[in-house]
């Protein structure tokens, strides 16, 4: 067809243009069809994209689930990317922090890409990240912004250095009613810079977990997305009543080390009571703990794992409707001499493995320890 018309362009259109729309006239209407639900198609996307008469369809609206609700804007926040929000975030969270008496007080995070140092919470808040998979709450990776911590009293010096450790991106302790909670907004670690610096032994302390919640009660974090964290992702220490649902927990699978989902590089969830001596001193237990309906995958080390820093006790565990793919391990039990503790009453039900090297492993040499002053004949128990 297209020969031919090239052709008649070379003659006399006013005694050719009959004729051709004539012969032509079936594959006209199919193009101009094609050509008119083309032009549907582009004008419904560009209604949703960009609304009716070319703004942005705003986002979805943000619930009140406190009596006061604050934007972060309100405080002098920027998500633009580039501009540094700490003090928007330490304004916001003081002003909540003054509404105890009357249920607190709930601070929203816009659309937009919010950059900040590590921040505080406070007890009954509600931080609400909005819609949209752009939405971040992006970690400085300058190290020398993030405050050190003394070390946890049942660890008795940091995981990799001894001394003191980095704090988490979020943070708080002794807190009540505290929710972190969203239309799965993301809180992003930029935690390449860290893993690049702790494979280079560049780091002189232990480096901090994304969000860590100390000594808590009535903590419930849900429908958000937490990727690239520096090191552990969530590391809920000494608390009590924690909720974690619908959580997305992003690492690369390889050449991220230690950034484990949820610890009370490896374990998508691992249950944790304590180092050694330290831990037997400290004599916190974790007990009572449910997890279920996870889908999980690890390279490196376990779906789930208990231990290996397990010396004041792990009881009552039961882990359900499990999904691990494509991993290592699915299960495993973490221990050895010198850590004392116990292991027990931990239930496994409705496991599904796919593709998974090993499906359970217990392992009873795990000798890692902060130092030399654990007895080694503190055997754990296994039962």
Not at 128 to 154: D, H, K, R, V, Y
Not at 279 to 293: D, E, F, V
Request: charged share 15%; with cysteine; net charge positive.
């Amino acid at each position: 067809m297209f020969g031919r018309i090239c052709n008649i362009q070379r003659l006399d259109w006013k005694r050719c243009t009959p004729a051709l729309v004539s012969s032509q006239r079936r594959s006209l209407i199919v193009l101009w069809i094609m050509c008119f639900a083309s032009l549907v198609i582009i004008w419904q996307r560009n209604l949703l994209i960009d609304g009716l008469w070319g703004s942005k369809v705003d986002a979805k609206p943000m619930p009140m689930l406190r009596p006061f609700a604050f934007n972060l804007t309100e405080f002098g926040g920027k998500g633009d990317g580039v501009t540094e929000n700490t003090k928007a975030f330490e304004k916001a969270i003081m002003e909540i922090s003054k509404l105890w008496k009357k249920g607190g007080g709930q601070l929203n995070v816009p659309p937009g890409d919010w950059l900040t140092a590590p921040f505080n919470l406070t007890s009954h808040m509600t931080l609400f990240l909005a819609e949209g998979a752009t939405i971040l709450i992006l970690g400085i990776q300058n190290e020398e912004l993030w405050p050190l911590m003394p070390p946890l009293p049942s660890y008795g010096g940091g995981r990799e250095h001894a001394g003191p450790r980095y704090g988490s991106l979020i943070h708080g302790q002794h807190l009540k009613d505290v929710v972190i909670t969203g239309h799965n907004g993301t809180i992003n670690g930029q935690g390449l810079s860290w893993w690049k610096k702790y494979k280079q032994k560049l780091l002189n302390y232990t480096r901090g977990p994304l969000l860590q919640i100390l000594w808590s009660n009535d903590i419930h974090i849900s429908n958000i997305t937490l990727r690239d964290s520096p090191f552990w992702t969530i590391h809920p220490y000494d608390c009590k009543n924690v909720f974690i649902t619908n959580v997305t927990i992003l690492a690369p699978v390889f050449g991220a080390p230690n950034t484990d989902g949820i610890d009370p590089g490896d374990d998508g969830i691992a249950i944790k009571s304590g180092w050694n001596q330290y831990g037997i001193s400290y004599g916190r237990p974790s007990t009572n703990i449910l997890i279920r309906n996870l889908v999980v995958r690890s390279t490196v080390s376990a779906g789930v794992s208990t231990g290996s820093e397990m010396s004041a006790g792990v009881s009552n565990v039961t882990v359900e409707n499990v999904v691990v793919w494509s991993s290592r391990r699915a299960m495993r039990i973490k221990t050895a001499a010198g850590r004392g503790g116990y292991i027990q009453n931990i239930t496994y039900q409705n496991i599904t493995l796919d593709d998974v090297r090993a499906g359970f492993v217990v392992k009873i040499n795990y000798n890692q320890h902060p130092d030399a002053g654990y007895d080694p004949k503190a055997y754990p128990i296994l039962g």
